[in-house]
């Protein structure tokens, strides 16, 4: 054979892999919970999945990449679990399995697996899997990290480094968590009407975590940090379309989407953090501002009491369609914080209040309501309180004041980006 | 169906200074709990309340002493053992059991019979 063939071939083994990695990222939630609902044993379900990957790159580079990756994938790990189930039969007696619904058809038979890479007979199992996942009979971190694992695919070493923890530690958490899931019997279902708010938000709850690990981590490799925003963001566009009528996925979504718009803003060339009103507002992602807007609408028009994503979601709406800091609609956020507070109540709302308020009342207002805030003491060592007293201090001239909490936020933050940009401002009060 | 046990967690001080009305009321939220499992589905396979941890004699590697094996603001004081079909159906009847002056753990049982 001349070069140019080797070549062309050479191509298309990296057109395939590539095709294998993108289903990976894409799929592995979707053909991972359609195989357990077979092997109704999760670290089976997963060494089924990773076989059918591995054949993808064979068969896909002598067939072609299939129409449908996700299928054909599914149909592969899934009769790779039949042929286990027909070998271990004895073995898996003596093994607690996954609980399957009560509500099942007997659909894990054989007859159930298409032959031919239609779509239409397999039932996506990804809710039954996400809200297994986020049991709240299981610690936050192991559903985090059983999220992370078996709803995106990522390996246990890139959660551990996500996380901060060594991968032996993330290894035992993921460990722990499945035997508890088989030994507890936690069911692989959807939890029905009466449960689904309390699990509805345990899951919203991992999301949002996830996200917000990426978007604000301490320290660690960028890249680890945005490959998480972006697993937030495709875990909650799965949710979103599996429960189109629930207002609360489409306002983790919105919000998700309009913080994440700002992701190149948040801080200058030499990484020293920018806030809000310095960030340079031509370089947010306008459309995905946009996106976030309308699901922003759609999850307040649903009818009911918004829920605390969705009124996020729209306090980030209005600060992502301001044409300037100034030119904030800053009543309109007042009162969305208002019914925030209602459907959330927390300290860290009310501190967020507060800046509105200085905003549409005057820095004094503001720093009465934050008294109130300080005397309470649920705050205490929360390090954005002083910061935003020491803030309005100075916008009133009490430098002094300003300079001792400035200080005292200074000493109680981490983050080296946070740590500098209020050494900036001692420097300034103390000139 | 699964078998779970459900151990009642409880501060002993809440009996020892409540006097007779609490243990009444007590005994009638527990005869309350025993119907309510059957309507929940589920049903009890056994079951008892201790005596207080005062009673309790510890045995380890032979060395008999006097008192509970762990020293506990809240001690074990009663437990069922129930049949559910799952960790969310174990759960529901957990939460309808008393134990006013603490919680209660959900554990599941072994399955030893393969062993």
């Known amino acids: ?431 | 169906m699964a078998q779970y046990a459900i151990l009642i967690y409880e501060a002993e001080s809440g009996y020892a200074n409540g006097g007779p009305e609490v243990w009444k009321e007590v005994g009638e939220a527990h005869t309350r709990f025993a119907q309510q499992v059957g309507e929940h589905g589920s049903k009890i396979i056994g079951g008892d309340a201790l005596e207080p941890t005062a009673t309790a004699t510890s045995v380890r590697a032979d060395v008999v002493t006097d008192g509970p094996f762990a020293e506990t603001k809240e001690a074990l004081g009663g437990f069922y053992l129930i049949e559910a079909r799952d960790l969310d159906h174990a759960i529901e009847i957990a939460k309808l059991c008393p134990a006013r002056f603490g919680g209660v753990e959900v554990r599941p049982i072994m399955d030893t019979s393969g062993m």
């Open chain 1, 1 to 431: 054979m001349n070069s140019d063939s080797t070549a062309a071939s050479a191509r298309d083994r990296n057109a395939i892999r590539a095709a294998v990695a993108e289903a990976h990222r894409r799929e592995w939630g979707f053909v991972l919970a359609a195989t357990a609902r077979i092997t109704r044993d999760l670290d089976a379900a997963e060494e089924c999945v990773q076989d059918a990957y591995v054949a993808a790159l064979d068969a896909w580079a002598k067939q072609g990449v299939p129409r449908n990756p996700a299928a054909w994938l599914t149909t592969a790990a899934r009769h790779r679990a039949l042929d286990g189930l027909r070998r271990d039969r004895t073995l898996r007696s003596k093994l607690p399995l996954l609980v399957p619904d009560q509500l099942d058809e007997p659909e894990a038979g054989e007859a159930g697996v298409g032959e031919t890479g239609d779509d239409s007979g397999i039932a996506d199992d990804r809710l039954r899997l996400i809200f297994t996942c986020c049991h709240p009979a299981l610690a936050r971190e192991a559903q985090v990290a059983l999220t992370l694992r078996l709803v995106c695919g990522l390996s246990t070493g890139d959660i551990a480094r996500a996380f901060l923890v060594t991968e032996p530690t993330m290894a035992a958490r993921v460990t722990r968590a499945k035997k508890k899931i088989s030994a507890a019997r936690i069911a692989y279902r959807v939890p029905d009407v009466a449960e689904l708010p309390d699990r509805l938000d345990a899951v919203l709850t991992v999301m949002h975590l996830v996200f917000t690990t990426g978007h604000t981590a301490p320290s660690g490799p960028a890249l680890v940090r945005d490959d998480l925003v972006d697993r937030a963001i495709s875990l909650a566009r799965v949710l979103r379309q599996l429960m189109p009528d629930e207002p609360e996925a489409a306002g983790l979504l919105a919000l998700m989407l309009i913080t994440d718009a700002r992701r190149r803003t948040r801080t200058d060339a030499a990484g020293n953090l920018l806030l809000l009103e310095q960030q340079d507002r031509s370089q947010w992602d306008t459309a995905q501002i946009g996106e976030g807007a309308k699901l922003v609408t759609e999850a307040l028009r649903c009818g009911g009491r918004p829920g605390r994503f969705a009124l996020q979601a729209a306090i980030a709406a209005v600060h992502g369609e301001a044409p300037s800091y100034a030119a904030t609609d800053w009543p309109q956020l007042l009162m969305l914080y208002d019914r925030l507070l209602v459907a959330w109540p927390s300290p860290v709302v009310e501190l967020n209040r507060a800046v509105v308020t200085s905003m549409v009342s005057g820095p004094q207002a503001a720093l009465d309501d934050l008294a109130r805030l300080e005397a309470d003491g649920r705050l205490d060592g929360y390090h954005y309180l002083p910061a935003a007293k020491a803030d309005l201090l100075r916008q009133l001239g009490r430098r002094a004041e300003a300079l001792r909490a400035y200080q005292a936020a200074h000493e109680l933050t981490e983050n080296p980006a946070e740590r500098a940009f209020l050494g900036r401002r001692i420097a300034e009060v103390s000139g």
